[in-house]
């Protein structure tokens, strides 16, 4: 079983920074793709940024020159440094990984999020 955990949120300023951090845990053979989605109260969830093994990071238009996806294969660790940040992405920011685990069986698990909440 894949675990993945967030941590890194928390209560920022407007034009505040935020880096966020997902430990990603479990018998994996490979991780194909890791992303950030997040949820505001009452809306859908969206997608922030994905970044495919051995490929360029994507982002949402809304992230594009403030966020940046980021991973350290040694740590099995992703992060969403976020700058600039707005009241808007008030959100739950949840990570998603994708991959294979060490029995060559199809992973595609979830975190628990955590809260980012920008408020001056």
């Known amino acids: 079983q894949v675990q993945l955990v967030e941590s890194g949120g928390g209560l920022v300023q407007p034009g505040g920074s935020l880096r966020l951090s997902c430990a990603i845990s479990?018998?994996?053979?490979?991780?194909?793709?890791t992303s950030w989605y997040r949820q505001a109260p009452g809306k859908e969830r969206e997608l922030v940024a994905i970044?495919?093994?051995?490929?360029?990071?994507t982002y949402a238009d809304f992230a594009k020159d403030r966020f940046t996806i980021s991973r350290d294969n040694t740590k099995n660790t992703v992060y969403l440094q976020m700058t600039n940040l707005k009241p808007e992405d008030t959100a739950l920011y949840s990570c998603?990984?994708?991959?294979?685990?060490?029995?060559?069986?199809?992973?595609?698990?979830w975190g628990q999020g955590t809260q980012v909440t920008v408020s001056s």
């Open positions: 998603n990984a994708a991959g294979a685990t060490a029995s060559w069986k199809g992973f595609n698990s």
């Open positions: 479990g018998e994996i053979f490979s991780i194909s793709f």
């Open positions: 970044l495919p093994r051995g490929g360029s990071e």
